[in-house]
């Protein structure tokens, strides 16, 4: 699939890397096709790029690159609506917001992106408990990251 992004220019997509949400995202239901992308310069954001609407981008991040201790409880049925067989065939991301001053970019703990590597197949889930921050500040987990030098994580696509 051919896409013209507002934020990549023009991209290719293979079928097989397109990820689908079949209930969408909150906020944008509509939506339902997306590819994850990754480029060097914003490592170690990657960007869940809708394919419905090239506009939409979020940027996405690996929680657990950040905190180790991140634990999100997920009930069973998520699990079986994605058709997980393997937990390690999930990949967890949360959204990102960066903004102009990025010393106050956050990601969201409260509602994590879970997508089945093997069937493509994503959904974002509202933890029942609590214990997680809808606005996680991340600014000092990403500048130590950054001066490690940090890699990109499995599961994405690169676009240099």
């Known amino acids: 699939m051919q896409i013209a992004t507002t934020r990549f220019g023009d991209i290719t997509v293979s079928d097989q890397k397109i990820i689908h949400f079949d209930e969408g995202l909150p906020g944008l239901e509509d ?7 990754s480029t060097a310069d914003t490592e170690p954001f990657h960007w ?3 394919l419905d609407k090239p506009d939409v981008s979020l940027a996405v991040i690996n929680p657990y690159r950040l905190f180790s201790d991140y634990k999100p409880m997920i009930a069973e049925d998520v699990f079986a609506q ?3 067989e ?3 065939d999930v990949l967890v ?3 990102a917001v960066i903004p102009q001053d990025f010393k106050k970019m956050t990601t969201n703990l409260l509602a994590p992106i879970l997508i089945n590597t093997k069937n493509n197949t994503g959904r974002q889930v509202i933890l029942e408990n609590g214990d997680y921050n809808l606005r996680q500040s991340i600014y000092n987990e990403i500048r130590e990251i950054v ?3 940090g890699t990109p994580d ?3 696509d690169s676009q240099a």
Request: proline share 0%; charged share 20%.
């Open 154 to 156: 499995a599961g994405t």
């Open 48 to 50: 869940l790029q809708s």
């Open 86 to 88: 393997e937990t390690e």
């Open 93 to 95: 991301l949360t959204v």
């Open 147 to 149: 001066c490690e030098g």
């Open 31 to 37: 939506f339902r096709k997306f590819a994850l992308l």
């Open 82 to 84: 994605l058709g997980v």
